[in-house]
């Protein structure tokens, strides 16, 4: 079945260091992809998206990259934060019709930045 | 706007007890959706509602139905709680059009025993 994962289950960076987080997806119809960030006892926080015709698209020091050749997504997070730890999903997901398509969720990976 | 919100945030059940789960949006999306979170794992998708009136199936949806009689509400209903579905469980929802603008719930952390 279709699945979307992550390569690394844990990562520990320094702090003012950069980061980056993978994730493998497996269906090659989705449309579009998200990455979430989300803290202890909280919901998930929408972080960026991508549409697949994209390949790359920034936000505020935050850049996702989509390979659609090797079905790779990774999210990097530049000058990493204390207030950046947290587990961060990507999920991806497919437009029917115009109406709103299923979020398939990878397992997450857990970001702790070293003070 | 008070956003996505879901009550209640903790909650015990015995074996075989029913209850449900609330979840209220003041941002007059359409799509709304129950998600349940269990340790090491992604999201789920349990149920999902695409407008009030209708509502389809997710990934996980045996042993849970709901209703959405209003755009503002979307609830979640356990039958009869099976040990197997303590969780964490996810209320989120979005425009219609704007798919990846998904905004969540603080979550309700269910226990049953």
């Known amino acids: 079945g279709e699945s979307v994962g992550l390569h690394l289950p844990t990562l520990s960076v320094q702090e003012g260091d950069n980061s980056i987080i993978n994730c493998a997806y497996s269906n090659s119809a989705s449309d579009y992809f998200i990455w979430y960030k989300q803290e202890s006892g909280k919901g998930p926080q929408f972080i960026i998206d991508i549409r697949s015709n994209m390949d790359k698209r920034q936000g505020q020091r935050v850049t996702v990259l989509l390979n659609k050749t090797v079905k790779h997504l990774s999210l990097q997070i530049a000058a990493t934060q204390p207030g950046d730890s947290a587990v961060y999903f990507c999920a991806e997901g497919m437009n029917y019709g115009g109406s709103q398509g299923n979020l398939i969720f990878g397992k997450g990976t857990k970001l702790s930045v070293k003070p | 706007n008070a956003g996505v919100t879901q009550t209640p945030k903790f909650q015990v059940l015995k074996t075989g007890q029913s209850m449900t789960l609330q979840c209220a949006q003041d941002?007059?999306?359409?799509?709304m959706s129950w998600y349940r979170q269990d340790p090491g794992m992604g999201l789920r998708l349990i149920h999902y509602s695409v407008g009030a009136g209708i509502t389809d199936q997710g990934e996980v949806p045996n042993g849970y139905n709901v209703s959405r009689s209003t755009t503002e509400d979307f609830p979640l209903r356990l039958l009869s709680a099976a040990p197997s579905q303590t969780s964490v469980y996810f209320c989120a929802s979005s425009y219609g059009g704007d798919q990846e603008t998904q905004y969540f719930g603080p979550g309700t952390r269910l226990l049953v025993l």
């Open positions: 941002m007059n999306h359409e799509y």
